[in-house]
């Protein structure tokens, strides 16, 4: 009974390391973010739209696994990391590497046959500009935050396009929300896990420039954050509701980001600032569904 236990255990231990092999955390935001963008287009249908979030969640997963490979040797460096299926060797390389082909190869298909080749163009430049650019940046320059953030705003743009098949002002403002979100969420990261970025030779922010011009970033991106994140209403795409929560979440989230220059500031702030960061993101989507569904 003890074998039978054991090899059934076996190929749920693969499945949880492929799965993770994804960075399904991830994936869930993309695929939230990409709905959001699609609720909110112009023309809003059913169809495009689910294959857009399928799509989208498709190749994030994908640019997350390439990233993994990539960073095989350096993740057993970071105790947020080593215990990923790579860094801990319980996938090898090559099968890795085929799980990421197929998945980006299968996100393609499905946005290029269930939305438009526009979507599938800009899904396939994500990939390429997170595997490719960002992730070997990482390790030679801080500028890699910014430029990892703009793949990372893509989604809310793929399901934008998804259902307009056309780049134009209001999805424009939904991945411009995304990319000045992500600076202050990832400084955070960087701040209250300094030593495990330093290790791993990643040149973020505080290990390049230090904590102090760290907080500084993060406060002026927190405070950019609040007149973009008004894009929407500006260019008519949600209301006056969203426009005020936006508006509200935007102050509680600078006033979080400038507790960091208290004396008695530390990993805890950066630590609590992450989080706020998760809380206003979906915090806002949310504003901006209601606003569309009710006003």
Not at 1 to 10: A, F, K, L
Not at 72 to 99: C, E, F, G, W, Y
Request: charged residues 10%; hydrophobic residues 55%.
């Amino acid at each position: 009974m003890s074998g039978v236990g054991e090899r059934e255990r076996v190929p749920a231990a693969l499945l949880r390391d492929l799965v993770a092999l994804t960075k399904p955390s991830i994936v869930r935001m993309c695929a939230i973010t990409t709905a959001g963008g699609a609720w909110l287009a112009p023309g809003f249908d059913w169809l495009p739209a689910l294959m857009g979030v399928v799509g989208a969640s498709l190749s994030v997963a994908s640019a997350s696994a390439f990233n993994m490979i990539w960073e095989r040797h350096s993740d057993p460096l970071m105790a947020r990391t080593r215990n990923r299926p790579l860094a801990a060797k319980r996938i090898s390389t090559q099968a890795a590497m085929l799980v990421a082909s197929a998945l980006g190869l299968l996100s393609l298909v499905v946005l290029a046959l269930g939305t438009n080749l526009l979507t599938a163009g800009l899904a396939l430049l994500a990939i390429v500009g997170y595997v490719l650019v960002y992730t070997p940046l990482k390790y030679r320059t801080p500028l890699a935050l910014f430029i990892g953030a703009i793949p990372g705003a893509m989604p809310p743009l793929l399901g934008w396009t998804a259902i307009t098949g056309s780049i134009d002002a209001g999805g424009l403002a939904l991945f411009l929300i995304l990319l000045v979100w992500q600076m202050p969420h990832f400084i955070a990261i960087t701040l209250f896990r300094k030593a495990e970025f330093e290790s791993a030779g990643i040149r973020c922010v505080p290990v390049v420039r230090g904590d102090t011009n760290a907080k500084i970033q993060a406060v002026a991106w927190a405070a950019g954050l609040i007149p973009v994140s008004l894009l929407p209403t500006v260019f008519g795409v949600t209301g006056v509701f969203y426009g005020v929560i936006a508006g509200l979440l935007g102050v509680a989230f600078f006033a979080g980001s400038v507790r960091g220059f208290a004396a008695a500031s530390g990993p805890r702030w950066a630590r609590n600032l992450f989080i706020g960061s998760l809380v206003y993101l979906p915090a806002l989507i949310f504003a901006m569904a209601v606003d569309v569904f009710l006003f």
